[in-house]
Structure formats: structure tokens, C-alpha cells
T-cell receptor, first 119, second 116 residues
Framework: AQTVTQSQPEMSVQEAETVTLSCTYD???????LFWYKQPPSRQMILVIR??????QNATENRFSVNFQKAAKSFSLKISDSQLGDAAMYFC????????????????FGKGTKLSVKP | DTGVSQDPRHKITKRGQNVTFRCDPI?????LYWYRQTLGQGPEFLTY????????KSRLLSDRFSAERPKGSFSTLEIQRTEQGDSAMYLC??????????????FGPGTRLTVT
């Protein structure tokens, strides 16, 4: 079974600085997707960024980028120029590729990292 | 379409009572997922529908839990004889069936259940 581990329960960053959130995962599959979701306090979860395992290039979305190391099974999120609105719980998630057929696409989440942004 | 909606947002019930939650997915999405999130944890998968068919259930979904998606539109999640351990946030998500490696899930705001 696949597992996702986020080893940093809490992180803090100064406004305008850069912070990196860590995520490792375990799988025997070679084709899958990885995601970072953001869950602000009392608000719904939104997708920040996704990465296809078959792509070597790291995904980037504006101030958010990932460092995907497939061999090491590591998937970290870098937030540049941090803003007060970035304060939230961040969840790393794994999803098997549909091509495997056995999984119907449910996400497997880590326990999350609470990010605080200091003004 | 404004996204995935869930009702109610909060529910307080006494142990032993039955509760029902509703999820309205994004209209063109044919896949619908239910997750449960307890304090300090990430969401855990409960069950999944493609159109009106319930195709997968987690071992977390005990026989006190039942989910439906009539006509492949909204979905309901019912918990019978609630227990204090059922207290959690219940999240609904919807997506398109991935044909070309897509299928991102869009989440609703959740229903927070408190069992006293």
C-alpha cells in the first residue's frame, strides 16, 4: 500500500521569504501523480500544484514550485515570496495512475504541515 | 457553477442518532468522492462513485455508513447509530473521469460532525 509522510508538523516563514515543505512517499508503482493541497483555516481545500511521475521536469505555478526526486521518493514544495495569505495547512497527496486499473483515483494524504507566515 | 457544495456545514448530534450529509458536485463531474478528516490528520478516503454507481469502499466505511448518489448528481452520506468516534470533518470531492491522465479533485467546504 502507498503511504505519504510529512515530517514537519509546523513551519514558520517571514513574509517575502522562501520556505520549503517536505514530503516523502512510498510506492511500488512507477506511474502516479503527486499533489500539494492547501487548506486555509475554516476554508475548503484547494489544489496548489500537481506533478506527473513520468515527467522529469519539476512543476511550477507562479510562486509555488516542487522538487520531485523520483528515485528518492521525495516531493517538496517551495513557496517563494511568502505572503500572509499563504498561511494554511498544506497536504501532500498521492494518486495512482488510472492506467493501473486497480485504483479508482482516491487520494492518499499525509498528515499535513501547518504553515505560519510572520509579517 | 460555483464549485462543490456541502450541507450542512456543521452538525451536532447525540450518540446513537442518525445523521445525513449532502454533497452537490460540480455539475459536469461524473466522479464523486467522500473523505473523512479527523483533527491533526489528513483526509482519509471513504468511498467513491462514478455516476450513480458506488465503485469502491474503504475498510473505514463500517456497516453503519451508507452512501448514495441517485441519478448520478448529488450524493448523500448517512451515518446510523452515531458514535463519538464518528466526530470528524466529512469532505466531498468531485472530478471528471480521467481520460487523458487528468481528473483533479475539487473539494467542498466539508461538514463538521460533533457527536456528544
Amino acid at each position: 500500500a502507498q503511504t505519504v509522510t510529512q515530517s514537519q508538523p509546523e513551519m514558520s516563514v517571514q513574509e517575502a521569504e522562501t520556505v520549503t515543505l517536505s514530503c516523502t512517499y512510498d510506492t511500488s508503482e512507477s506511474d502516479y501523480y503527486l499533489f500539494w493541497y492547501k487548506q486555509p483555516p475554516s476554508r475548503q481545500m484547494i489544489l496548489v500544484i500537481r506533478q506527473e511521475a513520468y515527467k522529469q521536469q519539476n512543476a511550477t505555478e507562479n510562486r509555488f514550485s516542487v522538487n520531485f526526486q523520483k528515485a528518492a521518493k521525495s516531493f517538496s514544495l517551495k513557496i517563494s515570496d511568502s505572503q500572509l495569505g499563504d498561511a494554511a495547512m498544506y497536504f501532500c497527496a498521492y494518486r495512482s495512475s488510472m492506467n493501473y486499473g486497480g485504483s479508482q483515483g482516491n487520494l492518499i494524504f499525509g498528515k499535513g504541515t501547518k504553515l505560519s507566515v510572520k509579517p | 457553477d460555483t464549485g462543490v457544495s456541502q450541507d450542512p456545514r456543521h452538525k451536532i448530534t447525540k450518540r446513537g442518532q442518525n445523521v445525513t450529509f449532502r454533497c452537490d458536485p460540480i455539475s459536469e463531474h461524473n466522479r464523486l468522492y467522500w473523505y473523512r478528516q479527523t483533527l491533526g490528520q489528513g483526509p482519509e478516503f471513504l468511498t467513491y462513485f462514478q455516476n450513480e454507481a458506488q465503485l469502491e469502499k474503504s475498510r473505514l466505511l463500517s456497516d453503519r455508513f451508507s452512501a448514495e448518489r441517485p441519478k448520478g448528481s448529488f450524493s448523500t452520506l448517512e451515518i446510523q447509530r452515531t458514535e463519538q468516534g464518528d466526530s470528524a470533518m466529512y469532505l466531498c470531492a468531485s472530478s471528471l473521469a480521467p481520460r487523458d491522465r487528468g481528473g483533479e479533485q475539487y473539494f467542498g467546504p466539508g461538514t463538521r460532525l460533533t457527536v456528544t
